[in-house]
């Protein structure tokens, strides 16, 4: 479970863990709607600043913070590389001059066979890719040949291009690191009070409000249960000499299969158990329901709300100081 940051509760007494869980639903709300209704590079920078200065003082940890940015790390990075390729405006900052030819493109075959047939042993294998990744960019720009040259070409990075990079990039990660401190501060109990609270207003529509609390609070919950039970049968199986890395697509079809089966056989057997608790303890839809610890909004929930607003205020504004 310690390798599982998003969806676990970690105690705590900072701040963080004080404030209310309404207030802390609706602060992670308001700063991510500001967050997404910045228009400006600079103006992300500093709601980055913000956030930096947010995040020291809950003294979270930031191994934690970046364990929930692993599962998006590729998406990250790809979305950055293609704002960097496609982004021709503005100021040329550097170019990179390539080459394509045969003896660019054996090197390259070398690397990705190097990479095939070690990755196994590699410990980190997300950052041994992206050091052979680096090392076929090394081998287009700097391995230049005079004989045997199939195509020149040159890599350019503009200004416009690295901003909208880094605005997408910053941006993401700020969003996710809002919900990890979230549900990192924040038992799935209280998330699933402060939901329904929030959503109470739709009671009067005829929604089932505590249903889809308790459903979203349970999903959060059994998030990191099920990737450790993932783990658990994917170890199994590798002691069994499954190797879920290699093989065939015909191989990795029977071993993926091998793995979704016990996981819903362990899924539904968790749903029964804890059907049947919540029904011991007297849980029924839709019935009135009272709390052992009632929620109060306290001066510091209030603070936090009123400094959400401001900063949503200032995103705001932000859109209509660059039409000026």
């Known amino acids: ?25 609706l602060l992670a709300v308001l700063l991510i709607v500001a967050i997404f209704i910045i228009p400006s590079f600079y103006g992300i920078l500093i709601a980055f600043g913000v956030f930096l200065l947010i995040f020291l003082s809950t003294r979270v940890s ?9 599962p998006i790390l590729f998406l990250l990075l790809f979305t950055f590389a293609l704002q960097l390729i496609y982004n021709r405006k503005g100021t040329l900052l550097y170019t990179f001059p390539m080459q394509i030819g045969l003896y660019q493109t054996l090197m390259m075959v ?18 041994y890719l992206l050091t052979m990744l680096s090392s076929l960019f090394l081998v287009l720009w700097y391995a230049r040949f005079d004989s045997l040259v199939w195509y020149d070409f040159s890599f350019e990075i ?6 909208q990079a880094t ?13 990890t401190m979230l549900t990192i501060s924040t038992m799935s109990t209280d998330i699933n009070n402060a ?20 459903t979203l609070s349970l999903t959060l919950r059994f998030i990191p249960t099920l990737l ?3 783990k658990k049968i994917m170890n199994a199986q590798a002691s069994r000499g499954v190797d879920f890395q290699e093989g065939h697509l015909k191989d990795k079809v029977t071993q993926i299969i091998s793995l979704l089966v016990p996981m819903f056989v362990i899924s539904f057997k968790r749903a029964e158990d804890l059907s049947n608790a919540m029904e011991a303890r007297g849980y029924i839809i839709d019935a009135p329901r009272t709390k052992l610890d009632e929620m109060k909004f306290r001066w510091r929930d209030y603070l936090c709300f009123v400094m959400g607003l401001v900063l949503l205020g200032l995103a705001i504004g932000s859109n209509f100081i660059g039409k000026i």
Request: glycine residues 8%.
């Open 1 to 25: 479970m310690n390798n599982i940051a998003f969806g676990q509760y970690v105690p705590g007494t900072s701040w963080i863990y004080k404030l209310d869980p309404r207030a802390k639903v």
């Open 62 to 70: 930031v191994i934690r913070i970046l364990k929930g940015l692993k």
């Open 110 to 127: 070398g690397i990705f066979l190097v990479y095939a047939f070690s990755k196994k042993w590699i410990r980190w294998k997300f950052l």
């Open 158 to 163: 503009y200004d416009s291009g690295l901003q």
């Open 167 to 179: 605005f997408v990039f910053v941006r993401i990660c700020m969003m996710i690191g809002i919900t």
């Open 195 to 214: 939901l329904e609270w929030l959503m109470h207003p739709l009671k009067w529509i005829k929604i089932p409000v505590g249903v889809i609390s308790m």
């Open 228 to 230: 450790e039970e993932t």
